[in-house]
């Protein structure tokens, strides 16, 4: 009997604690956009309302985002009520026009999910190199992608974004403000 009642109250005990973590999880407005998190406070999706386009007969984007914040796929609503899913290149081409992975980059660092490396002496870490970062330079302008150092420039660095043609952006590190990357 009394085995029973010890099953019964550890059975509630991981209900409720699967509660909480579900209860945690919501909604929140960030940046212009419906941020969907997790309740460990990953973003699981990205809702951006009357977006700025083109031909503005878009009423709403929704993307979906991996555990690093990336759009995996995504939704289109027009306004005239028809919707339908978004290929790959749509994906990534309206993400970055809502300015979604500077989104997803800021709100980490507010939950101190971001490191960020400032480079007073000039130069950036070694341990920074080959991880996938965001670079911000001196006029201001934010890249992302993964670092690497150039081996023809000792002062050289270059960050490969995904998705851009053309290869890697090469930079000086002199430039560079500061690097952050996720933790």
Aim: aromatic share 10%; net charge neutral.
């Amino acid at each position: 009997m009394k085995q029973s009642i010890f099953a019964i109250l550890a059975g509630c005990l991981v209900l409720l604690s699967g509660y909480a973590t579900i209860l945690s999880a919501g909604e929140e407005q960030y940046q212009g956009a419906k941020l969907t998190t997790d309740g460990k406070g990953t973003i699981n999706s990205m809702r951006y309302s009357r977006p700025s386009t083109y031909l503005n007969i878009e009423s709403e984007f929704l993307f979906v985002l991996n555990g690093d914040g990336v759009p995996t796929n995504g939704t289109v609503f027009f306004n005239n009520g028809v919707r339908r899913e978004m290929n790959p290149g749509e994906v990534n081409l309206y993400f970055q026009e809502c300015g979604g992975p500077n989104t997803v980059w800021d709100y980490y660092k507010e939950q101190g999910r971001v490191v960020t490396y400032s480079l007073d002496n000039g130069k950036i870490p070694s341990t920074a190199f080959g991880k996938k970062s965001r670079l911000t330079i001196r006029s201001g302008w934010r890249f992302i992608g993964r670092l690497d150092k150039l081996a023809d420039k000792p002062d050289g660095v270059s960050l490969t974004v995904e998705g851009a043609s053309g290869g890697p952006i090469p930079f000086y590190e002199n430039t560079v403000v500061s690097v952050e990357q996720m933790k």
